[in-house]
């Protein structure tokens, strides 16, 4: 279970309180219509937490359900998607009324644009220290 709410903390300060006054309900006479009506709030309290915990646990166990659902609807999904393109073929149109796509080909590819033309790369210098190549 969830660890202890506010509410919960509240409910067994209410319930302490009744006790004690209810131990010494012969020192407190005043008290006693005081007391039926927080018992009988506190009897109300109890069955909405219940009635409250039954419905968490219901709700987890919907989650789960929905969460099995939704694994085995995709699952039947994707293989009806697949066997409409084997029917169909995966270039048809037709696929389109199913919320498929199908297969016009790739994009010519784009030729980059060359820019501005380059200045042709000059040789370094040949320095003296080394002797020129034969050929």
Request: hydrophobic fraction near 35%.
């Amino acid at each position: 279970m969830a660890g202890k709410t506010r509410f919960d903390g509240m409910i067994g300060g209410w319930k302490r309180l009744h006790g004690l006054v209810e131990a010494n309900k012969a020192e407190l006479p005043s008290l006693e219509p005081f007391l039926a009506k927080l018992g009988a709030i506190l009897d109300q309290a109890q069955e909405v937490v219940n009635r409250q915990n039954a419905m968490r646990a219901a709700k987890q166990e919907a989650s789960k359900e929905v969460q099995k659902l939704s694994t085995q609807g995709n699952r039947l999904a994707a293989l009806m998607r697949a066997a409409l393109k084997e029917h169909y073929g995966i270039t048809e149109e037709k696929l389109t009324e199913f919320d498929l796509q199908p297969f016009r080909g790739r994009a010519p590819k784009k030729k980059k644009d060359p820019g501005p033309p380059q200045p042709p790369e000059t040789p370094p210098p040949v320095s003296s220290d080394t002797p020129p190549e034969v050929e």
